[in-house]
């Protein structure tokens, strides 16, 4: 009799050991032991010809080589025909209208490249994403009597045109909506499993549904919907 309670006894302990020795991961868990690297989050700065921009970012390993990538950024617009002309005590851009803020807020995916043939500390990886864009145009300048023409010598009932900087004059814009993508290549650096970083260089473009005016309405070609620009981003993030 007690040799049978011991063997019953053993059989009971051994047996949980066992279930949980043959029960199978959770996708996502199967996805994140094939690819240690190709879940996480962070923020990125991004240089473009229309300036510097921040953004942030999430990724969610799929398979082995592939993730899905979520994006979220904040960076100035402006025709490329602008230029800015500074002084000690005052800049200028000849001809402008208005100020163009664009949100991009994208999904797409990324893939990471050669990962049997180049070590962990290196790892380059493709990525396309896309989405919508959220516009802000707002004024240059103010606008005395409506003709569109900045004219500091204008002065229309007490009203004297002056041009606005680019943050007081954020309130007085309009929502312009938009639909964009990027394409890009980069690389994260570092074999760690806890902090991520890596640069990408890409090119991103946004079509406007109706155009959006920042040169002057003489300007040849003032309008435009299209708005495109090469990218350069260096991200800071963390693996989960």
């Known amino acids: ?21 043959q029960e199978e991961p959770s996708d996502s868990l199967a996805a994140k032991q094939k690819n ?7 923020i990125e700065v991004i240089l473009t010809n229309s300036g510097f921009g921040l953004g942030g970012y999430y990724s969610l390993a799929l398979t ?12 100035p617009g402006k025709d490329e025909r602008e230029f800015k002309f ?17 949100m991009p807020v994208q999904v797409g995916l990324m893939r990471r490249l050669f990962q049997d043939q180049i070590e ?27 003709n569109g023409i900045f004219d500091p010598d204008t002065q229309v009932d007490g009203c004297e045109e002056r041009s606005y900087d680019a943050i007081t004059a954020i309130p007085r814009g309009a929502f312009r909506l938009g639909w964009g ?7 994260h650096f ?5 902090l991520s970083q890596g640069v990408r260089l890409g090119y991103a473009f946004t079509y406007f549904t109706r155009p959006i005016q920042l040169l002057e309405p003489g300007i040849s070609g003032g309008s435009q919907r299209f708005f495109g620009t090469p990218t350069i981003s260096v991200t800071f993030g963390r693996l989960f």
């Not at 570092?190 to 806890?194: H, L, P, S, Y």
């Open 181 to 187: 993508g990027i394409a890009a290549v980069g690389a």
């Open 64 to 75: 082995s080589t592939t993730s899905l990538m979520a994006e979220i950024t904040l960076a």
């Open 36 to 42: 240690p690297y190709g879940s996480g989050a962070g």
């Open 120 to 146: 962990d500390n290196f790892r380059p990886f493709l990525q396309l994403t896309g989405g919508p864009t959220l516009g802000w145009e707002y004024p240059y300048f103010r606008d005395c009597d409506g």
């Open 86 to 102: 500074s002084s000690y005590f005052r800049s200028s851009i000849p001809n402008k209208a208005n100020y163009l803020l664009m």
């Open 1 to 21: 009799m007690v040799h049978m309670l011991l063997v019953t006894a053993l059989a009971v302990a051994l047996l949980p050991g066992s279930a949980i020795a």
């Open 190 to 194: 570092g074999r760690g499993r806890r």
